[in-house]
Structure formats: C-alpha cells, structure tokens
C-alpha cells in the first residue's frame, strides 16, 4: 500500500509553431463517437468507483481532497446525480476540508490552491440548487488571495506575477496550478475583466516558447516555436538553455489564455494552436511520451472543445476528428474492472482512482457538439 508521504509528494508532483500560423476554419458537421460506446465506458468506469469509494467517501482519501474532487467531478459529469448515495458521500468528504480561510484543502499538505481549486470543480457541478452557493464563493476569495499579485507585494515585472503554486509557504508559481486555478474561477462565473484573470494571463504569457512584448525572460526566445511548458521560475543554467515546450503544459496554457480573455486572433494564441498542428496526438502526451497522459487527455479535450473546434488539421494536412480519436484511444485503454492506469506511474497516474478520474474528465468531451 502507498505510504501517505509517497502519496502527498506524488500527488504534489502531478501538477507535476509559428505565430504566422492562422486558425482554419471547419465545416460544422457532426462528430465525435457513437454515444453508446461513451456511455458504455463510462457505466464500467461508474460501476468501478462504486465499490473502490471508501467508507470515508473519497478515493485514495490518504491524499487528501485533490483526487477525491477530481473523481467527483468526473461522476457528476458523467451523470451521475448529487443526491446519488454515492456522491453523498463523497460530497461530504470533500466538504469535511473547510478551512477557518474559506479554502478546501488539507493542511498539512500544504497545497491549498491545488486542492481548493479542484474540490471547487467538483462542488460546482453539484450546484444546480444553490447548495454550495457560499462555500464556493469562500473558496474563490481564498485562490485569489494567494495568486501572486500586488496584495502579495509582488510586481508586475516580476516573473512570479500573475501565477500560482501549490499553496505552500515560500511556493513558486506554475502554469499547472495557474491552469487549475482558472478552472475554478470560470467554472464559479468569475469574468473575463476580473483582476485575477488578467493578472493570470502576465505569468501564463511568460511560460509559452514565444518572445514577445508579453514574454522578455531570458528563456523567450530560446525555442520560440509556440508551445508552454511548466514554469519560467528556473535557475540560470536552466533559463540559459530554454525549456522544451510540451502537450499537457501547451493544451492547459491555450485555454487559459481563453479563458482570460484573448481572441484566436492574437499572436500568442495563433502560436500555441500551430504548436498543436505540429504535434497532434493521442497516443502520446507529445514531448513527454506516456507521461502524464490522463491529465494530458482531459486537457486536450477540454481545450480543443473550448476553442470550439470539431476537427483539426495537423502540419501534413490530415483532416482529425478529435472526439473520435480521443473516445477511441480511451476506451481502447479501460481496463476490464472499469477503470484506467497508466503504466507510467509518474505524477501518482498508477493510481486507478486517479487515471480514471482525469479519463471521466474528458470522455466528457467526446460525445459533445
């Protein structure tokens, strides 16, 4: 059995192109896989958390609230109800995290947004009577809080500014939490002109593979073909030889960048969807191989829905149908029992609870207009 330790750093650790390039434009013809086929994988992947839930009410409960929330949104987007004895539970699980602060999230962890961000996913989902109308509102107020901004003396010329971290004392900002903390805020109705959506789109600039006036840090112009990756909080001989750009990073900065705001008429936009021509797949989290792979899934098609795109075509030309081949590729990897694991256990994805939480997450995405 995973030691809490182990599970604690594995579960911090998950979170662990030419800007030329013109977004085409497709036919609005019907996509995707045959619904039954979704809903099959999907009642084998219910039927799984079923009996694997704890008597607590979670999932790999030893971790915290963060894979518990991920699963439960995975559930409830999966239809399965909030009144369900299933989702009772688990709702009151990840309700029992309530901090003095308005945040949801296990103290001794120390990953307060990670957590609050994700449990706050779950609970909107679950709030279709208003229920959690004051939780949720107490749980933004707290990621705002600790976004790195001027409240924090923290300028914004400063390559943390904008950004957020796991939550912990003397953190560093990533574009994984900053990702899932604008999760939050869009799915709990923060606008586009929030403060805190904006200030989010200074850091999210500064971790894309692009030198502009919006990104100047040494790293910038070492790559610049398009793509994102992790953090531009790095040491010298790091920022000396660039980060390479990578799928799950460049999906999760794409829809961050819309979700803030910006058109798919901007450069930095145009920049990451060609990276995305150039690297289509999923047979891989392009960049990272089997690494992250069920994160890097539910980005993908969570980001590929919100540009609004039903087929893609990548560098050679080839016309994709993205729900067809991402359903494909999910349930071409479900396990008998229902779930999913990846046989990279990097980033806690051995952990079936998990893997099948990040794979409910995007099957959402494959049956959708």
Known sequence: MISRREALLTCASLLACS?????????????????????????????????????????????????????????????????????????????????????????????????????????????????????????VAYVKKIQFDGSEGVKKEDVKFGGAGYGRSGDRPDLSNTAFLLDALKAAGVD???????????????????????????????????????????????????????????????????????????PRVKAAFGWIQKNYSVDENPGQGQSGLYYYFQTFGKTLHVLGESTLIDANGVKHDWRKDLGEKLISLQKENGSWVNSNPQFFEGDPSLATGFALLALKYCDMP
């Not at 610049?224 to 790095?234: E, L, Q, R």
């Not at 030889?241 to 900065?253: E, F, P, R």
Request: with cysteine; glycine share 10%; hydrophobic share 35%.
């Open 192 to 266: 586009k002109d929030d403060e805190a959506m904006k200030n989010s789109i200074v850091f999210v600039s500064r971790c894309q593979n692009l030198e502009t006036e919006h990104n100047t840090t040494e790293m910038a112009s070492k790559f610049n073909d398009g793509g994102f990756y992790y953090t531009p909080i790095v040491n010298k001989d790091m920022a000396g030889k660039g980060l390479k750009s990578y799928g799950s990073m460049t999906y999760a900065g794409l829809k961050s960048m819309i979700y803030a705001g910006l058109s798919k008429e901007d």
């Open 19 to 139: 800007a030329s390039v013109s977004l085409p434009v497709f036919a609005a013809e019907e996509q995707g896989i045959e619904p039954a086929r979704i809903k099959a994988a999907r009642d084998k992947a219910i039927a799984f958390l079923r009996v694997s839930q704890s008597e607590k009410g979670g999932w790999t409960v030893q971790a915290g609230p963060g894979v518990s929330g991920l699963v439960t949104a995975g559930l409830l987007q999966s239809g399965v109800g909030p009144d369900d004895p299933m989702m009772q539970k688990a709702l009151k699980f990840l309700t029992s995290f309530v901090q003095p602060d308005g945040g949801l999230y296990e103290p001794r962890n120390q990953i307060g947004n990670y957590e609050t961000s994700i449990v706050i996913l779950a609970l909107k989902e679950a709030n279709a009577d208003k229920r959690y109308d004051e939780t949720i509102t107490n749980a």
